[in-house]
């Protein structure tokens, strides 16, 4: 009886232990992914500003130097926007995207597309620039999240 007592408390505490490092894991991967994104879109900014090639061209350029899966959210926005406008298809690419960031993240990132394509390009850099000063917060709340845990 004993013996099926310490198997079971075995069990459980692999489990516990195997839990906390996935949450772990999650709330690292999600902070990375964060900076990632505000890089990629400093990296977008500059592209836009300096080099004035259209957004599907940038976004597949600034997806080649991306490592997390913030790559597949720029890959999918240039995809998309061979059949669809820059405001939908940078909003689908993130909904789409899998990635470790949150439904909050998402939502602070969808901001950019009131103006991406829409207006000239000092509108969609004030909107880049919005955009990564909202991700700054929830690049601190990770921070904070993951040191937390």
């Known amino acids: 009886m004993i013996l099926i007592k310490w198997i079971i408390l075995t069990i459980v505490f692999g489990l516990t232990i195997n839990l906390g490092v996935q949450v772990s894991k999650q ?3 999600r902070y990375i992914e964060l ?6 879109l400093n990296a977008f900014k500059t592209k836009i500003k300096y080099e ?3 957004i599907q061209e940038v976004f597949l ?6 490592e ?13 926007l061979k059949n669809n406008p820059a405001d939908i298809s940078w909003t689908k690419a993130l ?7 949150l439904e909050e993240d998402i939502r ?17 850099l004030s909107q880049i620039d919005l955009t990564t000063n909202f991700l700054d917060t929830q690049i601190a709340k990770a921070r904070r999240r993951m040191c937390k845990k």
């Open 27 to 29: 709330y690292k991967n």
């Open 61 to 66: 350029e600034v997806s080649k130097n991306l």
């Open 35 to 40: 900076k990632e994104m505000k890089n990629a």
């Open 68 to 80: 997390t899966n913030v790559k597949e959210v720029f890959t999918l926005a240039s995809e998309y």
């Open 108 to 124: 602070v990132l969808k901001i950019l597309n009131k103006l991406l394509g829409k207006t000239d390009i000092e509108g969609q």
């Open 52 to 54: 004035r090639q259209p």
């Open 95 to 101: 909904e789409d995207a899998d990635t470790y960031m």
